[in-house]
């Protein structure tokens, strides 16, 4: 026994058609579809994560305080020294990001059952902050050093790391003095950071001269003589 594609059939007609009828014998092969298990994969995929429930909340800067998703949370953040702004938040989510937010939040329990704390950061800055504790992202034109020093300040590894690889890559001759003067003074902030700023500004040390803001380098003095250290080395 052997097959025949349709082409030899055609060519051999007369050989295989010596009558009026010609019997042709299959081999069919049947197999269990798969499709339930697609189906239940695709019904899987369809229900979003936590974190993507997260960024959905957080599409807009933050849910305002008069809108339904407000009341889930259990805690205000009053924002700025000189607003009332408030951004509304998680202890939990807080408490499992930083422990210094961990101890704010178990503070404002016992003092205040409202649950409100105080921060001195400006608005714009702790509304990407939370937004960075819920979403894990904050949009590429709003990492500066603010964002980074509140990171610092509050124990937020995470968003720090985030803030200083971006913040690292997009040095720029412009940008670079204020960065290394904004930043000088965070205790928490990675070696590698550090040495980032001061290579930077070494290799473009003649443009950053020209700058108008370089003159802020003489509020630190102590990065200066890191910049002749690396001159030296």
Known sequence: ???????????????????????????????????????????FTLH?????????????????????????????????????ERVGCNKMVLSLCSPVFKDMAEYSTQKDQRNTITLPEE????????????????????????LLIASDKYALGRLQAYCERHLARNLSVANAVDIAVDTYHCQGLSKAFQDAL??????????VQDTENFSRIKEIPEFLVKIISNVAT
Not at 2 to 17: G, S, T, V
Not at 62 to 81: A, F, Q, R, W
Not at 198 to 207: A, D, L, M, Q, T
């Open 198 to 207: 001061v290579k930077f500004i070494w290799e473009n040390w003649r443009k």
């Open 48 to 84: 979003k994560k936590l974190s993507d429930k997260c960024k959905d909340l957080f599409d807009g800067l933050n849910p305002e305080p008069t809108s339904p998703e407000y009341s889930l949370y259990d805690m205000d953040i009053v924002c700025g020294e000189q607003t009332t």
């Open 1 to 43: 026994n052997r097959a025949y594609n349709i082409l030899e059939l055609k060519q051999r007609k007369e050989e295989f058609l010596c009558g009026k009828d010609l019997t042709v014998g299959a081999t069919i092969n049947l197999s269990r579809p798969e499709t339930t298990y697609n189906e239940l994969e695709l019904n």
């Open 123 to 146: 608005p714009e800055t702790i509304r990407d902050l939370i937004r960075f504790l819920y979403t894990d992202n904050v949009e590429a034109n709003r990492i500066n050093s603010k």
